[in-house]
């Protein structure tokens, strides 16, 4: 009897899991960007000068991640 409860509740996570979403993320794996700096605040520059900052953007999922439109503020 104790047998056939512990199978039960051992099948029922196993089941639950992925539907909470905290199964194996390789299943379906997604793209996710990290920025380890996602706002840079420029020094005030003459006008007409030209300035330059790159940001690094990673992708920590496990999925490629296409990034298909910027826009700067």
């Known amino acids: 009897m ?3 409860l512990a199978s039960a509740v051992v099948l ?3 089941l639950l899991l992925p539907a909470l979403g905290l199964g194996d993320e390789n ?3 997604q793209p996710k960007a990290y920025l380890p700096e ?3 605040t420029f020094q005030p520059v003459v006008e007409g000068n030209q ?3 790159e940001f690094i953007i ?3 999922g ?3 991640l296409n990034i298909l439109d910027l ?3």
Request: charged fraction near 15%; avoid cysteine; aromatic fraction near 12%.
């Open 58 to 60: 990673r992708n920590q």
């Open 12 to 14: 029922f996570f196993v």
């Open 71 to 73: 826009k700067s503020g």
């Open 27 to 29: 299943l379906n794996p």
């Open 62 to 64: 496990g999925a490629s």
């Open 38 to 40: 996602s706002v840079f």
């Open 2 to 4: 104790l047998r056939k």
């Open 51 to 53: 300035i330059v900052h």
